[in-house]
């Protein structure tokens, strides 16, 4: 069966309450800091259009593509 997006949506919330709760179990440390990083980056994967944000900033495939792009905004119709 598959899951909705309201189901995808509810479970991604509840990992998120999961992650946080975990972090702040641990004591201070780096082991604590990756935890809330987790945990943040799920919080932040919530909001509409992250996903794609944050496709985009790891995506080294995808930095290339941009400055191929922002070569072609220097072409001009007059130039030949």
């Known amino acids: 069966m598959m899951a909705s997006k309201q189901e995808i949506s509810d ?3 509840k990992l998120v309450g999961q992650a946080y709760s975990y972090a702040a179990s641990l ?4 082991e604590r ?5 987790l945990s943040e980056a799920l919080r932040r994967l919530q909001r509409r259009g ?3 944000v944050m496709l985009a900033a790891t995506n080294p495939l995808a930095a290339l593509c941009e400055q191929e792009n922002e070569d072609e905004d220097d072409w001009d119709e007059d130039d030949d």
Do not use: N, R, Y
């Open 11 to 13: 479970s991604l919330h």
């Open 50 to 52: 992250t996903a794609s």
């Open 27 to 30: 004591d201070l440390g780096p």
């Open 33 to 37: 800091i990756e935890a809330f990083e």
